[in-house]
């Protein structure tokens, strides 16, 4: 199993920014795709962001110009910068990871345990 343990949740004032990590563990495993999704009470879990092993970024609309998703491959950490925070963004963020072991071919979705994200207007 991927574990991923998340950090950096809170709460902040509308306009303000705050920095989520996730490390993922498990030597045995590649991991590929990393990313961000989030879930706002009564909606469907969404994509944040996402950033691929060679550093290709992919970000939802609402967030474009304001989050910012970095990668570090050596330690398998995966961050997102969040800025020019908005009441709408307030949601459970969860860190996200696309991994295969390393004698297998398929890659598989694994989850963090959330982290809550308030936005405060």
């Known amino acids: 199993q991927v574990q991923l343990v998340e950090s950096g949740g809170g709460l902040v004032q509308a306009g303000g920014s705050l920095r989520l990590s996730c490390a993922a563990s498990g030597s045995r495993f590649v991991i590929n795709d990393m990313g961000w999704y989030r879930q706002a009470p009564g909606k469907q879990r969404e994509l944040v962001a996402a950033?691929?092993?060679?550093?290709?970024?992919n970000y939802a609309d609402a967030v474009k110009g304001r989050f910012t998703i970095s990668r570090d491959n050596a330690k398998n950490t995966v961050n997102l910068q969040m800025n020019s925070l908005k009441p709408e963004d307030t949601a459970v963020y969860y860190c996200n990871c696309k991994a295969r072991l390393r004698s297998d071919l398929f890659y598989y979705n694994y989850w963090g345990q959330g982290t809550q994200v308030t936005v405060s207007s």
């Open positions: 950033i691929s092993s060679g550093g290709t970024t």
